[in-house]
């Protein structure tokens, strides 16, 4: 079955770290780019950030402002599993984590069931 | 970065009408557009890419149109399951960003 999984959210207190994954199955993952989209409840998407899939370009990242120097993506080909590193985490960070496959223009065409991830003391 | 205005926020109709969203692009995007669709309680879905290609799976009752700043989602014939909520998406450059979301409710 073709299917994304997120695990790793929870609660964490403002200023901690947690990382998030993502499972992959049911399609070439090492070839497909990988992003990470989140929602605030009730609220719109925000696009978090993307990583490229395997090419001879080597690997590509990017962020959205809000998150650059805080977030790192990164992916293991062998385990079909891309992973958000979220440190120096804000209340404002608090959302509904969607992992999602990207396409080689950048829609997302997949998308996990989300993972909710809350940010107080 | 690009902002995407979504209008109207929420649309009231009755199933069998024609729904009309709009998404407008402070910038020109090309044809670099997305619709998504998603449910209470589900993920997105992507619906029409490229401003007017539908995506795998996704009826004809649904079409986009657009390039350019402005862009249109029409559902021709509103069936029950299609009220929801609507999101565009460009990635014509980074960031990557939404609209805001047009709300499409029974009336």
């Known amino acids: 079955e073709v299917q994304l999984v997120e695990s790793g959210g929870g609660l964490v207190q403002p200023g901690g770290s947690l990382r998030l994954s993502c499972a992959a199955s049911?399609?070439?993952?090492?070839?497909?780019?990988m992003g990470w989209v989140r929602q605030t409840p009730g609220k719109g998407l925000e696009w978090v950030s993307w990583i490229s899939g395997l090419s001879r370009g080597g690997e590509n990242w990017s962020y959205e402002d809000s998150v650059k120097g805080r977030f790192t993506i990164s992916r293991d080909n062998f385990k079909n599993t891309v992973y958000l590193q979220m440190n120096s985490l804000r209340a404002e960070d608090t959302s509904r984590y969607y992992c999602a496959r990207a396409t080689s223009t950048n829609y997302f065409d997949l998308w996990g069931q989300g993972i909710l991830v809350t940010v107080s003391s | 970065e690009i902002v995407l205005t979504q209008s109207p926020a929420t649309l009231s109709l009755s199933p069998g009408e024609r729904a009309t969203l709009s998404c407008r692009a402070s910038?020109?995007?090309?044809?670099?557009l997305a619709w998504y669709q998603q449910k209470p309680g589900q993920a997105p879905r992507l619906l029409i890419y490229d401003a007017s290609n539908r995506a795998t799976g996704i009826p004809a009752r649904f079409s986009g149109s657009g390039s350019g700043t402005d862009f249109t989602l029409t559902i021709s014939s509103l069936e029950p399951e299609d009220f929801a909520v609507y999101y565009c998406?460009?990635?014509?450059?980074?960031?990557?960003?939404f609209g805001g979301g047009t709300k499409v409710e029974i009336k």
């Open positions: 049911g399609f070439t993952f090492r070839s497909q780019a």
């Open positions: 998406q460009h990635c014509s450059s980074w960031p990557l960003t």
């Open positions: 910038q020109s995007v090309s044809s670099s």
